[in-house]
Nanobody
Framework: QVQLVESGGGLVPAGGSLRLACVVS????????LDWYRQAPGKQREMVAT???????RYADAVKGRFTISRDNANSTVYLQMDSLKPEDTAVYYC????????????WGQGTQVTVSS
């Protein structure tokens, strides 16, 4: 079993920055890919960024050039550095973990709220 715990959310003005962290515990050796998703009120959950075991990242078009995903395998932590934040980035951000580099996340964190004021 794998547990994910996010932290780092909060309230920030437009143009500001936040850094989210997600600590992965349990059977971490079974995890290949780590994801950040977000869900805004009244909208479906959407992928924000993905990082594979190789370290290669992938981003949604809406956040390219503003967000950076990274992973610290030694500490079983994945980060999401969010810069130049916009009000439309307001959402609950979730960390996900996949056993394989395809398909949906097998494990999810509880989410952390990010609110960007205009």
């Amino acid at each position: 079993q794998v547990q994910l715990v996010e932290s780092g959310g909060g309230l920030v003005p437009a143009g500001g920055s936040l850094r989210l962290a997600c600590v992965v515990s349990g059977s971490t050796s079974s995890i290949n890919t780590l994801d950040w998703y977000r869900q805004a009120p009244g909208k479906q959950r959407e992928m924000v960024a993905t990082i594979y075991r190789s370290g290669n990242p992938r981003y949604a078009d809406a956040v390219k050039g503003r967000f950076t995903i990274s992973r610290d395998n030694a500490n079983s932590t994945v980060y999401l550095q969010m810069d130049s934040l916009k009000p439309e980035d307001t959402a609950v951000y979730y960390c996900g973990a996949r056993k394989y580099p395809w398909g949906a996340s097998d494990y999810w964190g509880q989410g952390t709220q990010v609110t960007v004021s205009s």
